[in-house]
């Protein structure tokens, strides 16, 4: 007879499950998603959800990441703003919160930003 398995290691255990179940969660939702559109684009309320996926997993990663890291994933969310502006307002989100705990690049980076925009506005009031 086996002696009975001590309660920190059943929580382990259990713990372990679920993680196994979500990552076979993920995978059957990626296989779904891969035969249900191979040929055409995703769109609707279930490509904003994956948009807000992607940005989840970035906050995710940003979490556990020091300023540099987290300057990283805030100017890659802003290069992605090309295809979706959740994209967008996730990365100046990110890069206002670090800019307010005081780290001076991304300070500069929200002052680039700016000055972009304004040199932009004034092409386009020259065109109008």
Known sequence: MEPPM??????????????????????LMVVVLRVAYRDRPITG???IGLLHADVAQHYFFA???????????????????????????????????????????AIDRIEEIDKMRREHSDNMKRYQ
């Open 45 to 47: 309320p279930l490509q």
């Open 6 to 27: 001590p309660l920190t290691r059943r929580i382990f255990r259990a713990f372990l499950f679920f993680i196994l179940g979500v990552t076979f969660a993920g995978f």
């Open 63 to 105: 979490y556990f990441g020091d300023d540099s890291h987290d300057l990283r994933l805030a100017n890659n969310l802003l290069s992605n703003s090309v295809f979706s502006l959740i994209y967008y307002d996730a990365g100046m989100k990110m890069l206002n919160e670090l800019a307010d705990k005081g780290y001076q690049p």
